[in-house]
C-alpha cells in the first residue's frame, strides 16, 4: 500500500520542545555553529525526528542508542570533555530499545549524557495511558539507575540550571523529564493552512488502499468475531481506527513498540483463539523481523498489514519509506505477500484471495510490464502512451509476491518475445525483480529488465521521486524502447 501523510502531527511536537532546544543551544551546549564536524562540539540527538546532526533518526526508538554510543566513545575512546544530549518524545519511549539504551548508559556511568523526555502527553494518533506520565517516567528512569530531574519544560531558567547541574553529577547519567505541551503557541486554527492527506494511489479507485483496508478489516470484524486488530500508534494513518470505532472491544492499541506489538499478536492468535492483523507503516515490521521469524518457527498464524511503502510515501521522507520490505518478507516461510495496487484488491487481500492478475493484455503485444502497488498505475500510464506509438504491452499485477504466479508470467513472457520488465517501488534486492527472475529461471529465452529504487532516498514529491528512481510511466516508456531495439 502506498499513501503520503502530510506530516500533522510534528510542528505541534516542535513547538512543545521549543524552549529546551534554545536553552540548549544558545545557552547551555558547547557547539561551533559554523562548524559542526568539530570534534570537540557536544553532540545532539533528536531521537523523535531526523537529526540536525550526525544521525539520521525520524524512526523512533533508536537516538538514545546512539547517543550512548557517543557518550560512551566520548568518555572512554576519545576521554573528551563534550557532551551528549539526546531528545526523546514520550510516545517515543515506550520503544523496547530506549529502555535497553537506558540499561547500558547507567551499567557504563555515561555521566556525559543528559537525555532529555519531552513529555507534551501526546503522540502520533491520540494520548498515551497515563497522561503527563511525569511520575512514572522519574520512576523507570531512576529504577534504571539514573540520576533524574523534573522540570517545566516551558521555563528557561529551570532548564539552564538542570543542564548545568547534570554536568556536576558524576557517575551517573542524567534525565531531564520536561512537562510539555504539544501545540502549545499554535493557534487551533493555523495562520498556514497543514496539508491534507495527500493520497496518491487513488488513480484507480477513488479510495486509498490503506483506508480500503481499515473498511475491510471493520467489515470482516462484522462478519467474524475472532477477529482483531492492533496498531502501533499509527492508526490514524494506517485506518485502522475505522475498526476500532466499529468493534473497540477488539482493538488493542499497543503505542510506539512494534516488536511486541508483534509478540502480542502472536500471542492472541495461538490456539486459533483470534484472527489478528497488526498494522503499522511497513518500515516500522522491519523492527519485528526477529519476532516474525519466531513467529514462524511456531508456525503462528498472524496478519500483518504494512502501510507507506516506497519512496512515494515522499515528503515524510526516507525512514518512513519501506524499500526492504518485501525482501524481508519473501524470505520468511510459509509467508503470503499480498501487494494490492488499488482499494478493490486491497479489500480482497484483506479477504485472502490469491490470485495474478494479467491487467492488459492484446494479441499483439511486444513486452510483458510487470507492476504492483504504485507502480501498476505507472505501468498502465506508460501502456497508453506506448499504445498511442503502435507499441502494444502487457500488464501484469501479480497481486501476490509469495507465492508468485509463475505460470501467468512465463506464458506471457512468451507470449510476448520473452521480454519482461519488472517496476517496483523497493530495492532491486530481494524484490519483485529478483522474484520474477527465480520464477523464469529455467525459461533460457526468457530476459528480465528490472526498474526499482537504486539508492537510499530523500524526501520529496511523490511523482517526483518516483521519476528520479526510474520507476515512472515514463521510464518504463523509454526501458520498453530500449528493449525492443536491441
Ligand atoms: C518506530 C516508529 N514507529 C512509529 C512512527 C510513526 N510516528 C511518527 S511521530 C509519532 C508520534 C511520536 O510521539 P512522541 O514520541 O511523543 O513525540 P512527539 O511527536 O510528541 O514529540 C509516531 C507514532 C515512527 N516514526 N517510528
Not at 486491497?346 to 491487467?359: N, P, Q, R, S, Y
Request: overall charge negative.
Amino acid at each position: 500500500m502506498t499513501c503520503v501523510m502530510s506530516a500533522f502531527s510534528h510542528p505541534t511536537a516542535c513547538s512543545s520542545s521549543a524552549e529546551i532546544m534554545s536553552v540548549l543551544f544558545f545557552y547551555t551546549m558547547r557547539y561551533k555553529q559554523l562548524e559542526p564536524e568539530n570534534p570537540d562540539n557536544d553532540r545532539f540527538v533528536v531521537s523523535k525526528r531526523l537529526s540536525i546532526v550526525d544521525v539520521a533518526t525520524g524512526w523512533l526508538g533508536q537516538g538514545l542508542g546512539v547517543a550512548c554510543g557517543m557518550a560512551y566513545t566520548g568518555k572512554y575512546f576519545d576521554t573528551a570533555s563534550y557532551r551528549v544530549f539526546c531528545l526523546l518524545g514520550d510516545s517515543e519511549s515506550l520503544e523496547g530499545s530506549v529502555w535497553e539504551a537506558l540499561a547500558f548508559a547507567s551499567h557504563y556511568s555515561l555521566d556525559n549524557l543528559v537525555a532529555i523526555f519531552d513529555v507534551n502527553r501526546l503522540g502520533h494518533g491520540g494520548s498515551l495511558p497515563p497522561e503527563h506520565s511525569i511520575d512514572i517516567c522519574q520512576k523507570r528512569c531512576e529504577a534504571f539507575g539514573w540520576n533524574t530531574y523534573v522540570v517545566d519544560g516551558r521555563d528557561v531558567e529551570v532548564l539552564c540550571q538542570v543542564f548545568w547541574q547534570a554536568a556536576q553529577v558524576k557517575k551517573k547519567p542524567t534525565a531531564v523529564i520536561a512537562k510539555t505541551f504539544k501545540g502549545r503557541g499554535v493557534p487551533s486554527k493555523p495562520a498556514f493552512p497543514f496539508l491534507p492527506a495527500v493520497v496518491t494511489d487513488a488513480r484507480l479507485q477513488d479510495v486509498a488502499t490503506r483506508k480500503a483496508c481499515g473498511l475491510a478489516l471493520a467489515r470482516l470484524g462484522h462478519i467474524n468475531d475472532r477477529v482483531v486488530v492492533l496498531d502501533g500508534d499509527t492508526k490514524n494513518s494506517t485506518f485502522s481506527e475505522i475498526f476500532k470505532k466499529e468493534h473497540p472491544e477488539r482493538f488493542i492499541e499497543c503505542f510506539i513498540a512494534e516488536q511486541n506489538m508483534v509478540s502480542v499478536a502472536l500471542g492472541c492468535a495461538t490456539h486459533g483463539r483470534t484472527i489478528a492483523f497488526a498494522s503499522t507503516f511497513a518500515a516500522f515490521l522491519t523492527r519485528a523481523f526477529d519476532q516474525i521469524r519466531m513467529g514462524t518457527m511456531s508456525q503462528a498464524n498472524i496478519n500483518l498489514v504494512g502501510s507507506h511503502c516506497g519512496v512515494s510515501v515522499g515528503e515524510d521522507g526516507p525512514s518512513q519509506m519501506a524499500l526492504e520490505d518485501l525482501a524481508m518478507f519473501r524470505a520468511v516461510p510459509h509467508c503470503t505477500i499480498f501487494y494490492p495496487s488499488d482499494a478493490v484488491s486491497t479489500e480482497h487481500a484483506v479477504f485472502l484471495a490469491a490470485d495474478t492478475k494479467v491487467i492488459r493484455q492484446s494479441a499483439s503485444d511486444k513486452v510483458t510490464v510487470i507492476g504492483a502497488g504504485i507502480t501498476l498505475p505507472e505501468a498502465l500510464a506508460a501502456a497508453d502512451d506506448l499504445s498511442k506509438q503502435d507499441i502494444s504491452i502487457r500488464v501484469i499485477d501479480p497481486f501476490t509476491v509469495k507465492p508468485l504466479d509463475a505460470a501467468t508470467i512465463i506464458a506471457s513472457a512468451k507470449a510476448t518475445g520473452g521480454r519482461i520488465i519488472t517496476v517496483e517501488d523497493h530495492y532491486p534486492e530481494g524484490g519483485i525483480g529478483e522474484a520474477v527472475c527465480a520464477a523464469v529461471s529455467m525459461e533460457p529465452d526468457i530476459l528480465v529488465h528490472q526498474l526499482a529504487v537504486s539508492g537510499v532516498p530523500r524526501s520529496g514529491q511523490p511523482s517526483e521521486l518516483l521519476d528520479v528512481f526510474g520507476i515512472s510511466a515514463r521510464h518504463i516508456v523509454v526501458a520498453v524502447k530500449c528493449i525492443l531495439m536491441n
